[in-house]
């Protein structure tokens, strides 16, 4: 049974949120604030967590903050619509996903079965497929990512995007493949969800010796992982 964490202090989409998932077989855990949400994800670490922005004690963004010191549990922030402020601070600070309010609760399922289909998708490949390029390590048994040796701290989207990216070297990914690849779903007009996830990984991962990015933007496509040998 899926572990799924709820933090809203909205008690009528709580409970509207907590019966639908419980109808869908998962496990619901219900915060009113982040300082309580922190607490249950210390008692019992959630499969998910649903964060929303605003909330009484310890707002969406500090408690991700928090979450994000000690664990790259997948997060999606629930946000108030129009607002992208909240989405792109979101997702820089380490969410793997939004969604505005209101919204049906079918779609934050299935939000939530993309995010957990691509971790479980990752568990089953080859545990012994590392791939080392370009001075960043990409260990899949544990899922964990090395920058020249010193270890990187990604979210679930920003290591299955690298994932990607490690995977075909030199090729130009499109933006909607990668959408659907790490993100799980398809990219819409207005969704800046991927340029901010990759944003971050670049900040992250850094550049090459000769000061060119890793990962390159090619206008209008998409991007492409840059090799020592194509960087030279």
Known sequence: MVKLLLADDDARLSDLIKEYFDGEGYEVAHAWNGREALELMAADMPDIIILDVMMPELDGFETLKQIRNKSSVPVIMLTAKGDDIDRIL??????????????????????????????????????????????VLLRRKDRTVYLEGELVELTTSEYTLLECMLMAPGQVLTKQELSEKALGRK??????????????????????????????????????????????
């Open 90 to 135: 979101g997702l820089e600070m380490g969410a793997d996903d939004y969604l505005s309010k209101p919204f049906n609760p079918r779609e934050l399922l299935a939000r939530i079965k993309a995010i957990l289909r691509r971790a479980s998708q990752e568990r089953e490949d080859d545990p012994t497929a590392d791939i080392d390029l370009s001075g």
């Open 187 to 232: 990219l819409t007009m207005y969704d800046r969800s991927l340029d901010m996830h990759i944003s971050n990984l670049r900040k992250k991962i850094g550049n090459l010796e000769n000061g060119d990015p890793r990962i390159k933007t090619v206008r209008g496509v998409g991007y492409i992982f840059v090799s020592n040998e194509q960087g030279a």
